[in-house]
């Protein structure tokens, strides 16, 4: 745990990335006393900026800061802690301005055991020379700890995310290395493992003898809109499912680790996914939004290429062999450009067993991710009367009305507190990473065209529930439709 003697570098800084959850993640954590003591903050990118200027990019997403007069002493008080340097990203020489200045803020500390922790909210392109860069120029040998900390795109594929990963790995080491998927620092996600393992309950009835299905959704209510040319590269599954969903799986799945140790949570995560064959062509479902309600279509998008076959919205259903899951379908699916923003699983249980009660509701628990976030399980429950007959009804736990008071924290707040705790549990493992890019390569290179031509997903009007096959895609997994899923 890093209390005091440390300086944070957001490399990046004027980026978006930074400016809309890095620096309102650090605000939130130096307000609420969650940063060392004495902790500094650098801003770094390309573009040339004075400190004032800086100041206004870094705090400019901090929210209610105009109507609470706290918030904004706080913010004050905050931008004593920031000050910026500009400089290249290749240039070995701007990391040396870099360290000067880096070495001007440490001959204040008393301490000589400082921690320097570096924040890369940056493209992909620039991604290995900086992690070489700031080894060769910024890395204190003597220092408390060195860290990095760095977000996706990892790779486009099994290929090229082994090479990034061995790329950086010649210079930072896997202890000092805390790849974020910024799901497993959601409050929800969190919540599985107390959900699973802190009830008997629910841990009995966790397996196929109960379990018919589950869904994974995550749904955007906005498409592409300008970040087309980036998207089209990537895709939908690139996105959010082969990260962030694949995420959410693995704490759904994962056998109880031994503890809380990172190492015990990982090792159970890697061993489920193993456990899951790459996906195939028929368990996918491929679409892209068309022009509806006035709202352009994806193609209509400047930067997005002509023609382009890049899915918008995906669903693939995951197999995972092992006893606890042997014939249980995994749907994860998501879409842009949508109906609404939802994320949530959805845990479809068996029927009852025929005999007293015919065509009853299936049990389901919900786990609503985001927003409102709720757990609720539907139950079938006595009408009350002087009849016997069953009705669908809830038990239904909204955080809203649960936890009056409670604040859900960002998950970069939740993130960057982990990492300069050097809590690893909830950051991706290099093993973690290439065992999912093995899951999900062969479909992405179907769908890139390796090998022959490729597929034309299905379209989808602008703010619908997605393509029109979906609702039978999912009832070949055994989804009964009883309920507003
Ligand atoms: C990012 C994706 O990783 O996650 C975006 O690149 C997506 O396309 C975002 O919008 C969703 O994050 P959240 O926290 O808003 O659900």
Request: charged content about 30%; glycine content about 6%.
């Given at each position: 745990d890093l209390k005091d003697n440390t300086i944070i570098v957001v490399l990046g800084a004027s980026g978006?990335?930074?400016?809309?959850?890095?620096?309102?993640?650090?605000?939130?954590?130096?307000?609420?006393?969650?940063?060392?003591?004495?902790?500094?903050?650098?801003?770094?990118?390309?573009?040339?900026?004075?400190?004032?200027?800086?100041?206004?990019?870094?705090?400019?997403?901090?929210?209610?800061?105009?109507?609470n007069k706290d918030i904004a002493n706080a913010i004050e008080s905050f931008k004593t802690i920031l000050t910026y340097v500009a400089g290249d990203y290749e240039d070995g020489a701007a990391f040396d301005k870099l360290r000067g200045h880096l070495e001007g803020i440490e001959s204040s500390y008393q301490s000589k055991e400082i921690n320097r922790i570096f924040y890369?909210?940056?493209?992909?392109?620039?991604?290995?020379?900086?992690?070489?860069?700031?080894?060769?120029?910024?890395?204190?040998?003597?220092?408390?700890?060195?860290?990095?900390?760095?977000?996706?795109?990892?790779?486009?594929?099994?290929?090229?995310?082994?090479?990034?990963?061995?790329?950086?790995?010649?210079?930072?080491?896997?202890?000092?290395?805390?790849?974020?998927?910024?799901?497993?620092?959601?409050?929800?996600?969190?919540?599985?493992?107390?959900?699973?393992?802190?009830n008997i309950a629910m841990g009995a009835a966790w397996d196929k003898n109960s379990i018919s299905n589950v869904q994974i959704t995550f749904k955007e209510p906005f498409g592409t809109e300008g970040r087309g040319g980036y998207f089209d590269e990537f895709g939908m599954i690139r996105d959010v499912l082969q990260n962030h969903l694949l995420q959410v799986l693995s704490v759904l799945t994962m056998e109880r680790p031994v503890s809380f140790a990172a190492e015990d949570i990982r090792d159970e995560k890697v061993k489920v996914l193993r456990s899951i064959p790459p996906i195939e062509r028929n368990d996918t479902l491929?679409?892209?939004?068309?022009?509806?309600?006035?709202?352009?279509?994806?193609?209509?998008?400047?930067?997005?290429?002509?023609?382009?076959?890049?899915?918008?919205?995906?669903?693939?259903?995951?197999?995972?062999?092992?006893?606890?899951?042997?014939?249980?379908?995994?749907?994860?699916?998501?879409?842009?450009?949508?109906?609404?923003?939802?994320?949530?699983?959805?845990?479809?249980?068996?029927?009852?067993?025929?005999?007293?009660?015919?065509?009853?509701?299936?049990?389901?628990?919900v786990i609503r991710i985001q927003p409102n976030e709720a757990v609720y399980l539907k139950l079938n429950s006595k009408t009350p009367g002087l009849y016997t007959r069953a009705i669908p009804t809830?038990?239904?736990?909204?955080?809203?009305?649960?936890?009056?008071?409670?604040?859900?924290?960002?998950?970069?707040?939740?993130?960057?507190?982990?990492?300069?705790?050097?809590?690893?549990?909830?950051?991706?493992?290099?093993?973690?990473?290439?065992?999912?890019?093995?899951?999900?390569?062969?479909?992405?290179?179907?769908?890139?065209?390796?090998?022959?031509?490729?597929?034309?997903?299905v379209s989808y009007p602008y703010g619908s529930r997605g393509p029109k096959e979906l609702e039978a895609f999912i009832e070949k997994y055994g989804y009964k439709r009883n309920s507003d899923a």
């Amino acid at each position: 745990d890093l209390k005091d003697n440390t300086i944070i570098v957001v490399l990046g800084a004027s980026g978006d990335l930074a400016k809309k959850k890095t620096f309102p993640a650090l605000f939130a954590l130096y307000r609420q006393g969650f940063l060392p003591r004495d902790c500094k903050i650098i801003g770094y990118a390309r573009t040339k900026m004075d400190k004032p200027d800086f100041e206004k990019r870094a705090t400019s997403y901090i929210k209610n800061a105009e109507d609470n007069k706290d918030i904004a002493n706080a913010i004050e008080s905050f931008k004593t802690i920031l000050t910026y340097v500009a400089g290249d990203y290749e240039d070995g020489a701007a990391f040396d301005k870099l360290r000067g200045h880096l070495e001007g803020i440490e001959s204040s500390y008393q301490s000589k055991e400082i921690n320097r922790i570096f924040y890369l909210a940056l493209p992909p392109t620039v991604f290995i020379p900086v992690a070489k860069n700031l080894k060769e120029h910024c890395y204190n040998p003597k220092a408390g700890v060195n860290r990095i900390i760095i977000e996706k795109p990892f790779g486009k594929d099994l290929d090229s995310a082994r090479d990034l990963l061995n790329t950086v790995k010649q210079y930072w080491s896997e202890d000092e290395t805390f790849r974020i998927d910024h799901y497993l620092g959601k409050e929800m996600v969190k919540n599985l493992l107390v959900l699973r393992f802190a009830n008997i309950a629910m841990g009995a009835a966790w397996d196929k003898n109960s379990i018919s299905n589950v869904q994974i959704t995550f749904k955007e209510p906005f498409g592409t809109e300008g970040r087309g040319g980036y998207f089209d590269e990537f895709g939908m599954i690139r996105d959010v499912l082969q990260n962030h969903l694949l995420q959410v799986l693995s704490v759904l799945t994962m056998e109880r680790p031994v503890s809380f140790a990172a190492e015990d949570i990982r090792d159970e995560k890697v061993k489920v996914l193993r456990s899951i064959p790459p996906i195939e062509r028929n368990d996918t479902l491929l679409g892209q939004y068309v022009s509806a309600n006035g709202k352009p279509g994806y193609l209509d998008d400047e930067t997005v290429p002509p023609n382009s076959t890049c899915p918008t919205f995906a669903a693939t259903t995951l197999w995972i062999h092992n006893p606890r899951w042997e014939g249980v379908p995994f749907i994860l699916k998501a879409g842009k450009a949508l109906n609404e923003s939802k994320v949530e699983v959805r845990i479809q249980f068996k029927d009852v067993t025929q005999g007293i009660f015919k065509d009853i509701a299936r049990n389901e628990l919900v786990i609503r991710i985001q927003p409102n976030e709720a757990v609720y399980l539907k139950l079938n429950s006595k009408t009350p009367g002087l009849y016997t007959r069953a009705i669908p009804t809830e038990m239904d736990l909204t955080y809203k009305r649960r936890f009056l008071e409670a604040k859900i924290p960002e998950a970069y707040e939740a993130l960057i507190l982990d990492a300069l705790r050097g809590d690893h549990s909830n950051f991706v493992r290099h093993d973690e990473l290439d065992v999912a890019w093995k899951i999900f390569t062969p479909i992405l290179h179907w769908i890139d065209g390796v090998n022959g031509p490729r597929p034309r997903p299905v379209s989808y009007p602008y703010g619908s529930r997605g393509p029109k096959e979906l609702e039978a895609f999912i009832e070949k997994y055994g989804y009964k439709r009883n309920s507003d899923a």
